[in-house]
């Protein structure tokens, strides 16, 4: 079938983006879904910080590509010829898409840690579905890649079975699709990697969709306090609305955590992909602390710590992908979290836009006037 798409075809190119415009509005060819795959209708796909990592070439994947990670939309028709082999996925339901597949059999999968799924990981460097099945083709081009294994910038998707779960219909598109990644990496690093509980006194360093996603996470857990550190005061004030404290990143930050918390954060959540800023979250953790880090430098970075804090100190860093989660699992319960009201993941949503916007929606994101923007369809 014929699709409009967002294609990536070289990382680097510079900003602005409204301008260079690294991301080409196309049509597409989309071929039908395999055993065990489902074709997706998009209803809305969120913009995501590590989507801007690619086109500006610090988070390298396989080119050319059709952009996007995070999605929710309505299965439309599902590959093989005994649907029974597609997850028990029926036509009309409504799914997010998870950025990493969860193969369900391997050894990181069977001890419930699908973050680590070996085939999945395999499937999202090679930039194919799970089964190594490639769906796009675009006219006189016929090796464009998925992005792990979701592809979000396009009307329609197809997908394995293993990259959806289904979700309560009632619930909006554009809200239903941060589950998919902000939700998913935030509120999972806040309530399984770190662990927040009532007594915490938590930080979260950056205030962009997944660390905002954080705070909401900590708060729902219960945390007796929440610092929140970014360079925007305008997140910074979001940020109080929500009943946390305060701090403007850079020199001083680490003495004012310390400060706020009386000694350094229970628990503190990088979020923002900078060797030095995760030195700095390290730095505002307490003795016996526990940091986790959510955002992704680029590969060449290093990171300075003192390595006798870890023992003295007896301190925990931890690294969180996909916020440790189990999609199927977890996204049905933050989806109710949110329903009951204690978990409002609509203050994540700033912006909506239309697919022909999505290179300034890009420029918007770099700039840090924008947490989470939804590609309507
Ligand atoms: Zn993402
Ligand atoms: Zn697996």
Known sequence: MNVRGAVLREMGRPGPYAESRPLEIVDLELAPPGPGELLVKVGAAGL??????????????????VLGHEAAGEVVAIGGSDGGDAGGFAVGDHVVLSFVPTCGHCGPCRAERPALCEPGAAANAAGTLLGGERRWHAPGDDHLHHHLGVSAFADHVVVDHHSAVKVDPSLPYEIAALFGCAVLTGVGAAVNSAQ???????????????????????????????VAVDVVEEKLEHARRLGATPVHAGDGAVEAIKQATSGGGDKVIETVGSARVLQQAYEATRRGGTTVTVGLPHPEQRLDIQAVSLVTEERTLKGSYLGSCVPGRDIPAFVTAYQEGRLPVDELLTHRIALDEV?????????????RQAIIF
């Open 196 to 226: 927040v509980t009532p007594e915490d006194r938590v930080v979260v360093f950056g205030l962009g969709g997944v660390g905002l996603a954080a705070l909401l996470g900590a708060r729902m857990a219960g945390a007796a306090e929440i």
């Open 359 to 371: 290179n300034e929606a890009f420029d918007r994101l770099a700039a840090g006037a924008a947490v």
């Open 48 to 65: 995501c910080h590590s989507d801007l990592s690619v086109i500006n070439g610090s988070r390298p994947r396989v080119m050319p590509m």
